[in-house]
Protein backbone atom coordinates (compact mmCIF):
# COMPACT_ATOMS: atom_id res chain seq x y z
CA UNK A 1 0.00 0.00 0.00
CA UNK A 2 2.27 2.32 1.02
CA UNK A 3 4.99 2.82 -2.04
CA UNK A 4 7.92 3.98 0.21
CA UNK A 5 8.52 0.75 1.95
CA UNK A 6 10.48 -1.29 -0.34
CA UNK A 7 9.80 0.81 -3.72
CA UNK A 8 13.46 2.11 -4.01
CA UNK A 9 15.03 -1.23 -3.09
CA UNK A 10 12.34 -3.09 -5.79
CA UNK A 11 13.47 -0.29 -8.56
CA UNK A 12 17.05 -0.43 -7.97
CA UNK A 13 16.85 -4.50 -8.39
CA UNK A 14 14.50 -3.82 -11.15
CA UNK A 15 16.59 -1.18 -12.85
CA UNK A 16 19.51 -3.18 -12.99
CA UNK A 17 17.61 -6.20 -13.96
CA UNK A 18 16.97 -4.07 -16.88
CA UNK A 19 20.13 -2.88 -17.44
CA UNK A 20 21.83 -6.17 -17.84
CA UNK A 21 18.56 -7.81 -19.73
CA UNK A 22 19.61 -4.86 -22.07
CA UNK A 23 23.47 -4.89 -22.35
CA UNK A 24 22.88 -8.55 -23.25
CA UNK A 25 20.46 -8.10 -25.69
CA UNK A 26 21.89 -5.26 -27.06
CA UNK A 27 25.74 -7.00 -27.08
CA UNK A 28 24.24 -9.43 -29.80
CA UNK A 29 23.44 -6.57 -31.96
CA UNK A 30 26.10 -4.19 -31.58
CA UNK A 31 29.78 -4.55 -30.77
CA UNK A 32 29.56 -3.97 -26.72
CA UNK A 33 32.76 -1.37 -27.17
CA UNK A 34 29.93 1.01 -28.28
CA UNK A 35 27.86 1.25 -25.49
CA UNK A 36 28.31 3.84 -23.24
CA UNK A 37 26.28 3.08 -19.91
CA UNK A 38 24.97 5.91 -20.40
CA UNK A 39 22.64 4.93 -23.57
CA UNK A 40 21.26 1.70 -21.73
CA UNK A 41 20.05 3.59 -18.33
CA UNK A 42 16.69 2.65 -17.92
CA UNK A 43 14.07 5.22 -18.35
CA UNK A 44 12.51 4.39 -15.24
CA UNK A 45 8.15 5.50 -14.87
CA UNK A 46 6.25 5.58 -12.09
CA UNK A 47 2.95 4.47 -12.89
CA UNK A 48 0.17 2.33 -11.15
CA UNK A 49 -0.13 -1.43 -11.61
CA UNK A 50 -4.18 -1.64 -11.05
CA UNK A 51 -5.31 1.84 -13.01
CA UNK A 52 -6.97 1.10 -15.91
CA UNK A 53 -7.25 2.53 -18.89
CA UNK A 54 -3.87 4.34 -17.60
CA UNK A 55 -1.42 1.78 -16.65
CA UNK A 56 -1.25 -1.99 -15.21
CA UNK A 57 1.41 -4.35 -14.59
CA UNK A 58 -0.49 -6.85 -17.00
CA UNK A 59 1.89 -7.00 -20.00
CA UNK A 60 -1.27 -7.58 -22.31
CA UNK A 61 -3.19 -4.33 -21.43
CA UNK A 62 -0.31 -2.23 -20.32
CA UNK A 63 -2.55 0.99 -20.73
CA UNK A 64 -2.47 4.19 -21.81
CA UNK A 65 0.32 6.02 -19.50
CA UNK A 66 2.49 2.40 -19.92
CA UNK A 67 2.32 2.03 -23.95
CA UNK A 68 3.04 6.27 -24.10
CA UNK A 69 6.29 5.48 -21.62
CA UNK A 70 6.77 2.38 -23.73
CA UNK A 71 6.95 4.69 -26.77
CA UNK A 72 8.93 7.43 -25.38
CA UNK A 73 11.54 4.70 -24.04
CA UNK A 74 11.93 3.81 -27.74
CA UNK A 75 12.23 7.26 -29.27
CA UNK A 76 14.74 7.48 -26.38
CA UNK A 77 16.68 4.71 -27.74
CA UNK A 78 16.49 3.68 -23.79
CA UNK A 79 15.17 0.24 -22.36
CA UNK A 80 12.46 1.29 -19.82
CA UNK A 81 11.76 0.18 -16.22
CA UNK A 82 8.97 0.20 -13.80
CA UNK A 83 8.34 1.32 -10.00
CA UNK A 84 4.73 0.66 -9.61
CA UNK A 85 2.82 2.33 -6.86
CA UNK A 86 -0.59 1.74 -5.56
CA UNK A 87 -2.14 5.02 -4.12
CA UNK A 88 -4.88 7.04 -3.52
CA UNK A 89 -3.07 10.04 -2.41
CA UNK A 90 -1.86 11.97 -5.78
CA UNK A 91 0.67 14.50 -4.47
CA UNK A 92 2.10 12.10 -1.38
CA UNK A 93 2.69 9.43 -4.27
CA UNK A 94 4.33 12.37 -5.91
CA UNK A 95 6.50 13.20 -3.33
CA UNK A 96 7.55 9.63 -2.59
CA UNK A 97 7.90 8.16 -6.02
CA UNK A 98 9.24 10.84 -8.08
CA UNK A 99 10.54 13.25 -5.89
CA UNK A 100 12.27 10.41 -4.15
CA UNK A 101 13.53 9.77 -7.37
CA UNK A 102 12.36 6.48 -7.51
CA UNK A 103 11.81 7.14 -11.39
CA UNK A 104 12.84 9.68 -13.77
CA UNK A 105 9.00 10.82 -15.47
CA UNK A 106 4.95 9.96 -13.94
CA UNK A 107 2.80 10.48 -17.10
CA UNK A 108 -0.52 12.03 -16.48
CA UNK A 109 0.06 14.69 -13.90
CA UNK A 110 -2.50 17.56 -13.98
CA UNK A 111 -0.24 20.15 -16.27
CA UNK A 112 -0.44 23.12 -13.56
CA UNK A 113 2.19 24.99 -11.00
CA UNK A 114 -0.35 24.61 -8.44
CA UNK A 115 0.06 20.65 -8.59
CA UNK A 116 3.59 20.65 -6.75
CA UNK A 117 5.01 24.01 -6.91
CA UNK A 118 8.30 24.21 -8.55
CA UNK A 119 9.39 21.14 -7.70
CA UNK A 120 7.34 19.67 -10.39
CA UNK A 121 8.25 20.23 -14.01
CA UNK A 122 5.89 19.05 -16.94
CA UNK A 123 6.04 18.01 -21.06
CA UNK A 124 4.03 20.02 -23.27
CA UNK A 125 0.03 18.14 -23.02
CA UNK A 126 -0.32 14.34 -23.61
CA UNK A 127 -3.86 14.27 -22.84
CA UNK A 128 -7.37 15.91 -21.57
CA UNK A 129 -9.07 14.31 -18.85
CA UNK A 130 -11.64 15.17 -16.58
CA UNK A 131 -15.39 14.31 -16.10
CA UNK A 132 -17.82 13.17 -18.85
CA UNK A 133 -21.57 12.90 -19.81
CA UNK A 134 -22.38 9.91 -20.48
CA UNK A 135 -25.64 9.37 -22.59
CA UNK A 136 -27.46 6.89 -25.29
CA UNK A 137 -25.91 6.90 -28.60
CA UNK A 138 -29.00 9.16 -30.04
CA UNK A 139 -29.15 11.53 -27.29
CA UNK A 140 -26.63 14.41 -27.86
CA UNK A 141 -26.43 16.77 -24.73
CA UNK A 142 -25.21 20.65 -25.57
CA UNK A 143 -25.35 22.30 -22.14
CA UNK A 144 -26.56 22.37 -18.91
CA UNK A 145 -30.39 23.25 -19.34
CA UNK A 146 -30.68 20.29 -21.42
CA UNK A 147 -30.49 18.08 -18.10
CA UNK A 148 -33.54 19.77 -17.11
CA UNK A 149 -36.31 17.31 -16.10
CA UNK A 150 -33.28 14.31 -16.23
CA UNK A 151 -32.46 11.76 -13.88
CA UNK A 152 -28.33 12.71 -13.79
CA UNK A 153 -25.95 10.20 -11.89
CA UNK A 154 -23.13 11.93 -10.43
CA UNK A 155 -20.04 11.05 -8.16
CA UNK A 156 -20.54 11.88 -4.32
CA UNK A 157 -18.02 14.20 -3.48
CA UNK A 158 -17.21 15.15 -7.06
CA UNK A 159 -17.45 18.65 -9.26
CA UNK A 160 -20.53 17.42 -11.17
CA UNK A 161 -22.07 16.81 -7.94
CA UNK A 162 -21.35 20.20 -6.70
CA UNK A 163 -22.04 21.77 -9.91
CA UNK A 164 -25.67 20.67 -9.98
CA UNK A 165 -26.25 20.68 -6.53
CA UNK A 166 -28.27 23.85 -6.65
CA UNK A 167 -30.21 22.70 -9.67
CA UNK A 168 -33.72 21.46 -8.19
CA UNK A 169 -34.86 20.88 -11.84
CA UNK A 170 -32.15 18.19 -12.22
CA UNK A 171 -32.89 14.98 -10.06
CA UNK A 172 -29.00 13.76 -8.88
CA UNK A 173 -28.20 9.63 -8.35
CA UNK A 174 -25.52 9.93 -6.34
CA UNK A 175 -23.27 7.22 -7.10
CA UNK A 176 -19.80 6.11 -5.60
CA UNK A 177 -17.55 5.41 -8.58
CA UNK A 178 -17.92 5.68 -11.87
CA UNK A 179 -18.87 1.98 -12.76
CA UNK A 180 -21.58 2.67 -10.50
CA UNK A 181 -22.68 5.56 -12.32
CA UNK A 182 -22.32 3.31 -15.12
CA UNK A 183 -24.61 0.84 -14.31
CA UNK A 184 -27.52 3.12 -12.90
CA UNK A 185 -27.35 3.58 -16.38
CA UNK A 186 -27.45 0.69 -17.87
CA UNK A 187 -29.98 -0.44 -15.32
CA UNK A 188 -32.40 2.25 -16.35
CA UNK A 189 -32.12 4.04 -12.77
CA UNK A 190 -30.20 7.38 -14.84
CA UNK A 191 -30.88 8.83 -17.70
CA UNK A 192 -27.01 10.39 -18.24
CA UNK A 193 -24.12 10.17 -16.03
CA UNK A 194 -21.98 12.52 -15.06
CA UNK A 195 -18.97 10.89 -13.81
CA UNK A 196 -15.09 10.49 -14.46
CA UNK A 197 -14.44 10.12 -18.51
CA UNK A 198 -11.18 7.99 -18.75
CA UNK A 199 -13.07 4.94 -16.70
CA UNK A 200 -16.94 5.88 -18.18
CA UNK A 201 -15.04 5.29 -21.90
CA UNK A 202 -12.79 2.48 -20.44
CA UNK A 203 -15.66 0.42 -19.26
CA UNK A 204 -17.96 1.36 -22.51
CA UNK A 205 -15.50 -0.33 -24.53
CA UNK A 206 -15.05 -3.37 -22.59
CA UNK A 207 -18.11 -3.92 -20.52
CA UNK A 208 -20.96 -2.19 -22.22
CA UNK A 209 -20.04 -2.91 -25.94
CA UNK A 210 -19.58 0.83 -26.62
CA UNK A 211 -22.68 1.74 -26.47
CA UNK A 212 -22.78 5.30 -25.17
CA UNK A 213 -22.00 8.13 -25.86
CA UNK A 214 -18.96 9.53 -23.33
CA UNK A 215 -18.67 13.40 -24.25
CA UNK A 216 -15.37 15.17 -22.24
CA UNK A 217 -16.88 17.98 -20.42
CA UNK A 218 -14.62 21.17 -19.31
CA UNK A 219 -15.34 23.97 -17.06
CA UNK A 220 -13.69 24.88 -13.87
CA UNK A 221 -12.36 21.59 -11.73
CA UNK A 222 -14.20 19.74 -14.98
CA UNK A 223 -11.33 19.04 -16.79
CA UNK A 224 -7.54 19.52 -17.24
CA UNK A 225 -4.48 19.30 -19.22
CA UNK A 226 -2.23 16.12 -18.54
CA UNK A 227 1.25 16.07 -18.60
CA UNK A 228 4.66 14.14 -18.21
CA UNK A 229 6.22 15.15 -14.57
CA UNK A 230 9.49 15.28 -13.88
CA UNK A 231 11.51 16.77 -10.94
CA UNK A 232 12.91 19.81 -11.36
CA UNK A 233 16.47 18.73 -11.65
CA UNK A 234 15.20 16.81 -15.03
CA UNK A 235 14.96 19.82 -17.67
CA UNK A 236 17.63 17.81 -19.26
CA UNK A 237 15.27 14.39 -19.62
CA UNK A 238 11.73 16.90 -20.35
CA UNK A 239 13.23 18.35 -23.35
CA UNK A 240 14.11 15.23 -24.96
CA UNK A 241 10.81 14.27 -24.34
CA UNK A 242 9.40 17.66 -25.93
CA UNK A 243 11.30 17.21 -28.72
CA UNK A 244 9.62 13.36 -29.30
CA UNK A 245 6.53 13.57 -28.22
CA UNK A 246 5.10 16.19 -31.71
CA UNK A 247 6.58 12.41 -33.77
CA UNK A 248 4.73 10.33 -31.46
CA UNK A 249 1.26 11.94 -31.54
CA UNK A 250 -0.28 9.70 -34.22
CA UNK A 251 0.58 6.92 -31.45
CA UNK A 252 -0.88 8.25 -28.68
CA UNK A 253 -4.29 9.08 -30.45
CA UNK A 254 -4.82 5.82 -31.52
CA UNK A 255 -3.45 4.34 -28.24
CA UNK A 256 -6.29 7.32 -26.49
CA UNK A 257 -8.99 5.32 -28.76
CA UNK A 258 -7.87 1.88 -27.84
CA UNK A 259 -8.49 2.62 -24.66
CA UNK A 260 -11.57 4.19 -25.03
CA UNK A 261 -10.28 7.94 -23.60
CA UNK A 262 -13.35 10.42 -24.68
CA UNK A 263 -12.38 12.08 -27.80
CA UNK A 264 -13.77 15.42 -29.75
CA UNK A 265 -14.97 18.81 -28.78
CA UNK A 266 -15.60 18.96 -24.95
CA UNK A 267 -18.79 20.41 -23.57
CA UNK A 268 -18.84 23.69 -21.83
CA UNK A 269 -19.98 24.26 -18.37
CA UNK A 270 -19.79 27.32 -16.51
CA UNK A 271 -19.57 27.01 -12.45
CA UNK A 272 -22.61 27.97 -11.03
CA UNK A 273 -22.80 30.35 -8.43
CA UNK A 274 -24.49 29.78 -5.19
CA UNK A 275 -26.66 32.38 -3.21
CA UNK A 276 -23.93 33.19 -1.37
CA UNK A 277 -21.68 33.83 -3.83
CA UNK A 278 -19.25 31.07 -3.43
CA UNK A 279 -18.52 29.28 -6.63
CA UNK A 280 -20.01 25.52 -6.34
CA UNK A 281 -18.11 24.28 -9.45
CA UNK A 282 -14.37 24.53 -7.65
CA UNK A 283 -12.42 26.41 -4.96
CA UNK A 284 -9.60 28.00 -7.21
CA UNK A 285 -9.01 25.75 -10.28
CA UNK A 286 -6.07 24.33 -10.16
CA UNK A 287 -6.02 23.73 -6.52
CA UNK A 288 -9.20 21.96 -7.20
CA UNK A 289 -7.16 19.93 -9.84
CA UNK A 290 -5.13 18.85 -7.27
CA UNK A 291 -7.41 17.76 -5.15
CA UNK A 292 -9.20 16.04 -7.35
CA UNK A 293 -6.08 14.17 -8.86
CA UNK A 294 -5.54 13.09 -5.52
CA UNK A 295 -8.38 11.44 -4.80
CA UNK A 296 -9.87 10.81 -8.32
CA UNK A 297 -7.06 10.08 -10.69
CA UNK A 298 -8.40 6.47 -10.84
CA UNK A 299 -11.35 4.59 -11.49
CA UNK A 300 -10.12 1.53 -10.25
CA UNK A 301 -9.37 3.55 -7.02
CA UNK A 302 -12.92 4.70 -6.95
CA UNK A 303 -14.35 1.55 -6.92
CA UNK A 304 -12.14 0.02 -4.44
CA UNK A 305 -12.05 3.44 -2.47
CA UNK A 306 -15.65 3.19 -1.97
CA UNK A 307 -15.68 -0.27 -0.73
CA UNK A 308 -12.84 1.31 1.71
CA UNK A 309 -14.98 4.15 2.61
CA UNK A 310 -17.34 1.11 3.16
CA UNK A 311 -14.85 -0.26 5.64
CA UNK A 312 -13.97 2.47 7.11
CA UNK A 313 -17.19 3.79 8.20
CA UNK A 314 -18.25 0.35 9.62
CA UNK A 315 -15.13 0.09 11.83
CA UNK A 316 -15.48 4.27 12.51
CA UNK A 317 -18.80 3.83 13.95
CA UNK A 318 -18.15 0.78 16.03
CA UNK A 319 -14.57 1.91 17.45
CA UNK A 320 -14.45 5.72 17.21
CA UNK A 321 -17.84 7.17 17.35
CA UNK A 322 -18.51 7.17 20.87
CA UNK A 323 -15.63 9.75 21.13
CA UNK A 324 -15.85 11.38 17.86
CA UNK A 325 -19.67 11.27 17.20
CA UNK A 326 -21.61 8.53 14.59
CA UNK A 327 -20.29 8.90 11.25
CA UNK A 328 -17.81 11.59 12.73
CA UNK A 329 -19.94 14.30 13.44
CA UNK A 330 -18.66 16.03 16.53
CA UNK A 331 -19.93 19.31 17.85
CA UNK A 332 -16.68 19.91 20.07
CA UNK A 333 -13.98 21.52 17.81
CA UNK A 334 -11.56 19.62 19.70
CA UNK A 335 -12.28 16.42 18.68
CA UNK A 336 -14.30 16.89 15.48
CA UNK A 337 -12.30 14.80 12.92
CA UNK A 338 -13.84 16.82 10.04
CA UNK A 339 -11.76 19.56 10.37
CA UNK A 340 -8.43 16.88 9.80
CA UNK A 341 -7.97 18.90 6.44
CA UNK A 342 -8.30 22.42 7.92
CA UNK A 343 -6.38 21.69 10.34
CA UNK A 344 -3.48 19.85 8.96
CA UNK A 345 -3.55 20.46 5.41
CA UNK A 346 -1.30 18.57 3.59
CA UNK A 347 0.01 16.97 6.68
CA UNK A 348 -3.60 15.45 7.42
CA UNK A 349 -2.53 11.69 6.34
CA UNK A 350 1.00 11.85 8.59
CA UNK A 351 -1.03 13.19 11.54
CA UNK A 352 -3.99 11.15 11.11
CA UNK A 353 -1.54 7.96 11.12
CA UNK A 354 0.86 8.86 13.89
CA UNK A 355 -2.00 10.09 16.18
CA UNK A 356 -4.00 6.70 15.50
CA UNK A 357 -0.99 4.42 15.71
CA UNK A 358 0.48 6.13 19.23
CA UNK A 359 -2.64 7.72 20.31
CA UNK A 360 -2.73 10.74 22.60
CA UNK A 361 -2.77 9.03 26.07
CA UNK A 362 -2.63 11.89 28.63
CA UNK A 363 -5.23 13.37 26.27
CA UNK A 364 -7.56 10.78 26.06
CA UNK A 365 -7.07 9.25 22.35
CA UNK A 366 -6.24 5.72 22.87
CA UNK A 367 -3.28 4.11 20.79
CA UNK A 368 -4.89 1.70 17.96
CA UNK A 369 -1.78 0.15 16.32
CA UNK A 370 -2.42 -3.37 18.21
CA UNK A 371 -6.07 -3.12 17.45
CA UNK A 372 -6.06 -2.22 13.69
CA UNK A 373 -3.77 -3.32 10.29
CA UNK A 374 -2.56 -0.36 8.32
CA UNK A 375 -5.15 -1.28 5.21
CA UNK A 376 -7.74 -0.64 8.57
CA UNK A 377 -6.29 2.18 9.54
CA UNK A 378 -6.29 3.36 5.20
CA UNK A 379 -9.92 2.49 4.76
CA UNK A 380 -10.56 4.57 8.52
CA UNK A 381 -9.31 7.60 6.55
CA UNK A 382 -10.36 6.83 3.49
CA UNK A 383 -13.81 7.08 5.24
CA UNK A 384 -12.65 10.59 7.22
CA UNK A 385 -11.24 11.99 3.79
CA UNK A 386 -15.37 12.18 2.73
CA UNK A 387 -16.38 14.01 5.67
CA UNK A 388 -13.71 16.59 5.52
CA UNK A 389 -15.19 20.29 5.79
CA UNK A 390 -14.31 22.51 2.89
CA UNK A 391 -10.92 23.77 4.14
CA UNK A 392 -11.35 27.66 2.86
CA UNK A 393 -13.76 28.52 6.06
C1 LIG B 1 -12.04 7.19 24.34
C2 LIG B 1 -12.30 8.23 23.39
C3 LIG B 1 -11.68 8.10 22.01
C4 LIG B 1 -11.79 7.07 21.13
C5 LIG B 1 -12.52 5.76 21.32
C6 LIG B 1 -11.10 7.48 19.95
N1 LIG B 1 -10.55 8.71 20.10
FE1 LIG B 1 -9.52 9.78 18.74
N2 LIG B 1 -9.26 11.29 20.05
C7 LIG B 1 -9.81 11.33 21.34
C8 LIG B 1 -9.47 12.59 21.93
C9 LIG B 1 -9.89 13.05 23.32
C10 LIG B 1 -8.68 13.29 21.01
C11 LIG B 1 -8.11 14.68 21.13
C12 LIG B 1 -6.72 14.63 21.71
C13 LIG B 1 -6.16 16.03 21.83
O1 LIG B 1 -6.82 16.87 22.41
O2 LIG B 1 -5.09 16.25 21.28
C14 LIG B 1 -8.58 12.43 19.83
C15 LIG B 1 -7.88 12.77 18.69
C16 LIG B 1 -7.89 12.05 17.52
C17 LIG B 1 -7.25 12.44 16.31
C18 LIG B 1 -6.46 13.71 16.09
C19 LIG B 1 -7.39 14.85 15.88
C20 LIG B 1 -6.68 16.15 15.62
O3 LIG B 1 -7.34 17.05 15.10
O4 LIG B 1 -5.49 16.30 15.93
C21 LIG B 1 -7.51 11.47 15.38
C22 LIG B 1 -7.04 11.45 13.95
C23 LIG B 1 -8.31 10.47 16.04
N3 LIG B 1 -8.51 10.84 17.33
C24 LIG B 1 -8.76 9.33 15.41
C25 LIG B 1 -9.46 8.33 16.08
C26 LIG B 1 -9.87 7.10 15.44
C27 LIG B 1 -9.67 6.76 13.97
C28 LIG B 1 -10.48 6.36 16.40
C29 LIG B 1 -11.04 4.95 16.26
C30 LIG B 1 -10.13 3.94 15.82
C31 LIG B 1 -10.45 7.13 17.63
N4 LIG B 1 -9.83 8.31 17.39
C32 LIG B 1 -11.00 6.71 18.80
C33 LIG B 1 -10.56 10.35 21.91
C34 LIG B 1 -10.90 9.14 21.36
Known amino acids: MRPNRSGLGNSRRRAIAALLACVAGSALIVPAATSRADEVKPFRLCADPTNLPFSSN ?38 VTLLGKQCDAMIGLPRSEDFMGPAVIFSSTVAREGYALVTAKDRTVSGIDELRGKRVAVQFASTPQNLLATRDDI ?37 YQDRYRVQLT ?23 IDAVLPDLERTIADLKVKY ?27 AHVASVVATETKGDALASNAEAVGQGKEIFNGTCAHCHGPDAIQSERKIDLRLLRHRYGDEMREKF ?24 FDNIYAFLLTVQAESND
Request: aromatic share 10%; glycine share 12%.
Open 260 to 286: GLPTGQALHFNAVQTPAGTTTGAGTGA
Open 353 to 376: LTTVHEGRPAKGMPSWKEVFTDSQ
Open 58 to 95: SPSQPGLYVEIGQALARALGRPIAYDWYKSYFGKRTVR
Open 171 to 207: QKVTVLSPEEGMQALDRGKADVAFIWGPVAGWLNKTV
Open 218 to 240: EGEGLSWDAAIGFAKASTELRDQ
